[in-house]
Antibody, heavy 127, light 109 residues
């Protein structure tokens, strides 16, 4: 059974850098891309970006200039950094498995939904 | 960028009734890479349907998905008390953003 456990600072001041980490337990870490998704209070879901075990990343263009996602394969962990936060970045941040998996038969990555999620971390940006 | 529009915004129904939720895409969703998620207050979203019509592991068969191209539907055949929640569609195909719809809230009438 795959489990994702995430942690990080929950209260930031404007202009600081948000930092969250997600640990993956069970399943194949190297066979998937791993994503960060956020949800402002009372609003919908926004995909932030993704990374695979070799460090290949894709980011949402709307956040790309401020986002860095990194991976530590020795610990099966991946991390999110979002710089220069403002109140608009206040949200619950989730880590999740997806949007791609490695197909051994074809040698290519195929698309995959977000099938496992972390518990979520509320990050509040306030002066 | 593919934009997903869900309707209605809120659906007021009674337990035992049938729920039909719609998700319309601004462009064709490649290979039916369309998923549906259920989210309850204070919880992470849960994957219900992927590939437009395949149920995820452990999802009851009262949940079904259909559609292709730009029009997709999630149907809950008979609402159980635990089904009252917010439902999101998401496309995970060609667009890099992996966009979500804005959600449909299914509430108790």
């Amino acid at each position: 059974q795959v489990q994702l456990q995430q942690w990080g600072a929950g209260l930031l001041k404007p202009s600081e850098t948000l930092s969250l980490t997600c640990a993956v337990y069970g399943g194949s870490f190297s066979g998937y891309y791993w994503s960060w998704i956020r949800q402002p209070p009372g609003k919908g879901l926004e995909w932030i970006g993704e990374i695979n075990h070799s460090g290949s990343t894709n980011y949402n263009p709307s956040l790309k200039s401020r986002v860095t996602i990194s991976v530590d394969t020795s610990k099966n962990q991946f991390s999110l950094k979002l710089s220069s936060v403002t109140a608009a970045d206040t949200a619950v941040y989730y880590c999740a498995r997806g949007r791609k998996y490695y197909d051994i038969l074809t040698g290519y990555y195929n698309r995959a939904p977000f099938d496992y999620w972390g518990q979520g971390t509320l990050v509040t940006v306030s002066s | 960028e593919i934009v997903l529009t869900q309707s209605p915004g809120t659906l007021s129904l009674s337990p035992g009734e049938r729920a039909t939720l719609s998700c319309r895409a601004s462009q064709s969703v490649s290979s039916s890479y369309l998923a549906w998620y259920q989210q309850k207050p204070g919880q992470a979203p849960r994957l219900l349907i992927y590939g437009a019509s395949s149920r995820a592991t452990g999802i009851p068969d009262r949940f079904s998905g259909s559609g292709s191209g730009t029009d997709f539907t999630l149907t809950i055949s008979r609402l159980e008390p635990e089904d009252f929640a917010v439902y999101y569609c998401q496309q995970y195909g060609s667009s890099p953003e992996g966009t979500f719809g804005q959600g449909t809230k299914v509430e108790i009438k």
